[in-house]
């Protein structure tokens, strides 16, 4: 280690895993007891496909060489890739919903998508890192002097990653997670200093094909139209966001008191992508603004990584996690108030899900290598 760790960092996310689990044995047990005859089934399967994994991947994270990772990213992706892919084979992939997205080993499932969410991070970092560092530039501008040059080498490599991605995903009909990768990514390509009509023009890329896929895909279109106009279906489409709305609303400023809610039994996806309505029911105004409040603390220590960090690698992978953390935690607390519409995407470290839970280890994991290599 060349330098110290990050110990407010590790003391946020501590406290983040650590709220969480408390809040997921209230919230879970009459459901798990109902279901499976115990009330810590949902505990123990977020322990052992979740954070056990999570905390021991994390530390492999931690310790290992950032140069190391740099070296390995692009093997990494293309793994991730083909587990993607795997995901549709009968006997291996396993659906849901209608979709396949998981893979199965023996009793544990685990979803490939969610860890491209850290893959194509460290990827597309070591790309700018690499390119940067074979012409000894800081930035695009010193590598490149003509127009056609940003397009060859800078945009359209970017696209072809972008690409690709995409097409396993839509495959998928996984585009909420597209969404958080893509302006992750994103981020980290504006974050690099490339010509700002590069990320003008990819927004408004996909913006227009986001339009595309909610106007010929009526779940999609309906979730807009529930969004824009709440009571139009307030029994059908509409129920969970009005639902999630009562649960947030009825807590008032402290709360009804921890495992006290009384819409958890009917409010859609408690566990998961209304979890944030359950935490205003029980813990109230109170437990929302601390809850923010971390996530905000969270976010300025990894800005603050970012910004400190001694190489482009670091900086462009500190930058991503950020950016991806921030995003899924604004599109969760947001969706639920109602001020953004239903995206099926989980609060970071307290939606219930293994999978997830483990990747955002990683990247905390990841966080730390990073801080302690700061200036």
């Not at 990653?161 to 990514?185: H, K, P, R, Y």
């Amino acid at each position: 280690m060349k330098g110290k760790i990050n110990y407010f960092l590790l003391s946020l996310i501590i406290f983040l895993v650590g709220f969480s689990f408390i809040f997921l044995v209230c919230l879970s047990a009459p459901d798990s007891l109902q279901r499976f005859g115990n009330t810590n089934y949902y505990l123990i399967h977020q322990l052992l496909s979740g954070l056990l994994p999570g905390i021991v991947l994390g530390l492999i994270a931690f310790t290992i060489s950032l140069q190391l990772i740099k070296k390995w990213a692009p093997l990494l992706v293309i793994l991730n890739i083909l587990a993607l892919s795997l995901a549709f084979i009968p006997g291996i992939g396993s659906k849901s919903g209608g979709a396949s997205r998981w893979i199965g080993i023996g009793s544990l499932s685990f979803q490939p998508s969610e860890f491209l969410k850290i893959t194509a991070i460290l990827y597309l970092s070591a790309w700018i890192a690499s390119k940067l560092s074979e012409n000894s530039a800081s930035d695009w501008k010193s590598i490149t002097k003509k127009g056609y040059h940003n397009i060859i080498y800078i945009l359209v490599p970017f696209i072809v990653f972008l690409g690709l991605i995409a097409s396993v995903l839509i495959m998928q009909s996984d585009l909420s997670t597209l969404g958080i990768i893509t302006l992750t990514l994103l981020a980290i390509y504006f974050s690099a200093k490339t010509p700002l009509w590069h990320t003008i023009l990819l927004m408004t890329g996909g913006a227009v094909l986001a339009f595309l896929f909610i106007k010929f895909e009526p779940y999609r279109a309906a979730r807009l139209l529930i969004f824009l106009h709440p009571n139009t279906d307030p029994l059908g489409k509409g129920l969970q966001l009005r639902q999630s709305l009562l649960s947030l609303g009825s807590g008032g400023f402290f709360g009804k008191g921890l495992g006290m809610s009384t819409l958890k039994s009917i409010l859609p996806m408690s566990m998961s992508d209304s979890i944030f309505a359950i935490i205003g029911e029980e813990l109230g105004m109170i437990g929302c603004i601390v809850l923010i409040t971390a996530f905000a603390l969270l976010i300025w220590q990894g800005i603050k990584i970012a910004k400190n960090s001694n190489d482009k690698f670091s900086q462009m992978v500190a930058t991503g996690i950020v950016s991806w953390i921030t995003l899924q935690a604004f599109v969760n607390m947001a969706s639920v108030a109602g001020v953004f519409p239903l995206a099926g995407i989980p609060l970071p470290f307290f939606s219930y899900g293994g999978t997830h839970l483990a990747v955002e280890l990683i990247g905390m994991g990841l966080l730390l290598n990073i801080s302690k290599n700061t200036t």
